[in-house]
């Protein structure tokens, strides 16, 4: 969820049963609605907020029965101490969908889950890292490591070097 989705949460979209929070257009940067699924830590965290609800609003987040409008001095002081610099809150939604990538979730279902329409938002969002990319030359050198006869339909090798100006059957060189 974005800062904004989060800090002006309300109760009434909250489904703890279902296990979910249910946006409304009105609530989305995208003025679509959308559901975000609660995994067990989130759900854990929404019933102890639950616990001390404010009697004057609906929010879901607050500090000392006051809804939360920023975290930035209590994030900036937690990754000081984490010894973590450059990274803002919104940084974390790039670490979701990169980790959802990873986890080998389908594109489409990470761009409905964020709420992203286009392709470009989520691939700008998306991080490809250093273990992307020995991940990927593992693949590719397996890949080439297959003898002719293990070849996958994917893999473009016949045995013969053709050129598409060659006369149809005539070999290469």
Request: proline fraction near 2%; include cysteine.
């Amino acid at each position: 969820m974005r800062a904004g989705e989060i800090f002006n949460l309300t109760w009434d979209k909250v489904d703890l049963k279902q296990r979910a929070i249910r946006l409304e257009a009105a609530d989305t940067k995208t003025s679509e609605p959308r559901v975000i699924y609660l995994s067990d830590e989130v759900l854990g965290i929404l019933h102890e907020a639950g616990r001390v609800r404010g009697l004057g609003h609906n929010r879901v987040f607050t500090y000392k029965g006051r809804p939360i409008m920023s975290i930035r001095t209590a994030f900036l002081k937690a990754c000081s101490r984490g010894g973590i610099e450059n990274f803002r809150f919104h940084d974390l939604r790039h670490t979701f969908n990169t980790n959802m990538r990873k986890a080998g979730v389908d594109h489409s279902v990470i761009m409905k889950l964020t709420g992203h329409k286009t392709a470009a938002m989520f691939h700008r969002y998306n991080t490809v890292d250093t273990a992307d990319a020995v991940d990927a030359y593992q693949k590719f050198e397996g890949f080439l490591a297959q003898k002719p006869g293990e070849a996958t339909s994917d893999k473009l090798y016949s045995g013969e070097k053709k050129c598409s100006h060659n006369a149809p059957g005539e070999k290469m060189g």
